[in-house]
């Protein structure tokens, strides 16, 4: 069984290499625009798939259905709410990104403010990708991967402290060669073959697992019986003892929710990369309709696990590989583990191209060498990549023991995305607010989310209230504070944003109904599994 597994794996993993090699082997990786915006050539097909596989990781696919094993249907907010905040991204935020020509977040807030407030934002984009995000991803890949692969039993390492040491720094070689030898489009390009794969594998398991409820009798009876023995954990409407409470879907979880696919350099640079807005704004909407999907492949098989496994000890961020172990055939095991490491390489190599594209365009280039040559900033970014990904391998094991790695996240991020998300809405729907509010809010925000979380007297507060509607509560504060500061000491001019040219503007015709449809189907998806 091992060996079969084994040559399935190893199969998929150098077919999808084989692929991406052969498809990008041509590209220029030696100029900025190449290497960091894929030369501006993504149509929607890579638009979408790139999205959809940098999100769907192992923190997903491992951390989301853990969080359905203890909570159930109610988790799936993290999936739905995230097709409201892609609308906004292609109606609203993406024609105004893409009007400035930009490769990076940052550089948005230099030209709606200034030089300082771009630094400030970039030092907290790499501080937050190298000490939360990219270590998350490397740690719950390597205990996904423990649990399909029994890796364990294939290498014969007893200490479960060597293994996920050895599988954090194995993954994350890989991916930081993936990265930093091949650019963004070679990371689009893998990231679209492995969603394809990802898509299918995530269909496979939920059909596997309804037939091991149903003892074999057919996968309607297996959706039966889940409905008759666990009603409780097919109810959309979260409780107030629930990670997410039906009523934070309003506050914090929408507004983490609208900062990750609309402001969030690892997610939103494949869009800087589009050829035009059209193509844009269609990868976008297309990468919408498949998040409606999400609940089926990233929360059902949370609630199939607990119905299978809940009375035999296993923990909730280890179901979902003790799912995919237990009901896959060997060969479809190897495959899935395969599609699982380019899930994790998908996330881990797009965090790293948004980092060293933040460090080398915004750092090295801003304030280090400011007459740099594009040999130089590109050639930065490859060493400043090494650097953290070897810091990531360090910390990602130091995880072990968090009790919700999806809520772990989820906290984490906050801290960074409320102030960002904050001074980008206001810097956009405003033209006389000041830098000074800006550099405020970010350090501010920041300092107020931490002390929030880590700090007595403070940390009664999130306790009190729910977390997430304290994050939103800072987040109102951080506007107001802003909108003040431009009042009482505005610019002395308007700003105005102008259009470089790079990209051309014309707008995807069925942007707008497309848009209303996927906001229906989000508003009928919560109604139809209200309890």
């Known amino acids: 069984m091992h060996a079969l597994t084994l040559a399935s794996f190893l199969f998929f993993t150098g077919f999808v290499a084989f692929i991406t090699w052969r498809i990008t082997r041509r590209d220029d990786h030696s100029s900025t625009n190449g290497y960091f915006l894929a030369g501006r050539t993504l149509t929607f097909p890579l638009i979408a798939g790139s999205l959809l596989m940098t999100n769907l990781s192992t923190e997903q696919m491992v951390g989301l259905n853990g969080a359905a094993f203890t909570d159930g249907l109610s988790v799936m907010a993290w999936e739905v709410v995230a097709v409201i905040a892609l609308v906004a991204l292609a109606l609203f935020f993406l024609p105004r990104f893409l009007k400035s020509g930009i490769a990076t977040l940052p550089q948005l807030l230099e030209i709606r403010f200034d030089k300082d407030t771009q630094l400030i934002t970039n030092i907290i984009f790499l501080l937050a990708y190298a000490v939360i995000l990219l270590p998350i991803i490397l740690y719950s890949g390597a205990i996904g991967l423990q649990g399909m692969l029994d890796l364990q039993g294939l290498t014969g390492i007893e200490s479960s402290t060597t293994l996920l040491w050895l599988t954090v720094w194995i993954v994350g070689i890989i991916g930081a060669v993936y990265a930093l030898f091949g650019g963004l489009r070679t990371v689009a390009v893998s990231d679209t073959l492995n969603g394809v794969g990802l898509l299918i594998g995530g269909f496979v398991i939920v059909y596997y697992g309804l037939q091991a409820v149903s003892g074999g009798t057919g996968i309607m009876e297996g959706w039966s019986i889940l409905k008759q023995s666990d009603p409780d954990k097919l109810n959309s409407i979260g409780g107030g003892d629930q990670q997410v409470p039906f009523f934070t879907l309003f506050t914090g979880v929408f507004l983490i929710n609208l900062f990750y696919w609309s402001t969030n350099q690892q997610i939103i640079q494949r869009t800087f990369a589009a050829k035009n807005l059209a ?50 055939p060997p060969y479809l095991t190897g495959f899935f583990a395969a599609v699982m490491v380019g899930a994790i390489l998908s996330s881990f190599n797009s965090a790293l191209n948004s980092t060293t594209t933040i460090f080398s365009l915004g750092i090295y280039k801003g304030v280090f060498n400011k007459e740099a040559t594009e040999a130089q900033i590109v ?49 956009l729907l405003t033209k006389r607010v000041p830098p000074m509010a800006a550099k405020i809010a970010l350090v501010g925000g920041c300092l107020l989310i931490a002390a929030g979380y880590f700090v007595p007297p403070f940390n009664l507060l999130p306790q009190v209230m729910n977390e997430f509607h304290f994050v939103a509560l800072v987040f109102v504060l951080l506007v107001v504070t802003m909108l003040i500061i431009g009042k009482l000491r505005p610019r002395e001019t308007d700003w105005v944003q102008e259009h470089t040219g790079d990209v051309d503007l014309t707008p995807w015709k069925g942007a707008v109904p497309a848009g209303i449809v996927l906001v229906v189907l989000v508003i009928v998806m919560y109604i139809s599994f209200a309890g």
């Open 279 to 328: 193509e844009g704004q269609k990868g976008v909407l297309l990468t919408g309709l498949f998040k409606l999907l999400g609940p089926l492949y990233l929360v059902l098989p949370g609630i199939i696990a607990y119905h299978l496994y809940a009375d035999q000890g296993v923990r909730a961020d280890e179901a979902y590989g003790h799912l995919v172990f237990n009901v896959l």
């Open 379 to 427: 050639k930065s970014g490859k060493v400043f990549g090494w650097i953290m990904a070897v810091l990531t391998m360090i910390i990602a094991p130091l995880l072990a023991g968090q009790e919700s790695l999806f809520g772990y996240l989820q906290k984490m991020n906050a801290i960074y995305f409320i102030p960002i998300l904050a001074v980008v809405l206001v810097g």
